[in-house]
């Protein structure tokens, strides 16, 4: 149907790794529901949680930074970043 279409793949529950967090709606890496989308009208992707607002984040999320500092090994510290809450660890990641 769409050129592109083998470009996205639809993952099932548990075929990506979260490292025990969340999912985070508020990742900068996340795009919006309407972005790539060959119709405008028509979404890309929707979120079965009605009230979430996703895609275009300007800053990184606390998330973001905690799956960072995990991935390389640099312990879990948030104090650092101004416009994040600071986090005291209460779980260890993985």
Avoid: W
């Amino acid at each position: 149907m769409y050129a592109d279409r083998s470009k996205f793949t639809k993952l099932n529950l548990g075929e990506s790794d979260l490292l025990n967090l969340a999912y985070d709606f508020n990742s900068i890496t996340h795009f919006g529901p309407y972005d790539f989308a060959v119709d405008p009208s028509k979404p890309t992707i929707s979120s079965k949680v009605k009230s979430v607002d996703f895609g275009h984040k300007a800053v990184l999320s606390i998330k973001d930074v905690m799956k960072i500092q995990y991935l390389h090994n640099c312990g879990l510290d948030t104090s650092h970043i101004p416009h994040l809450p600071v986090y005291t660890p209460m779980i260890t990641l993985i």
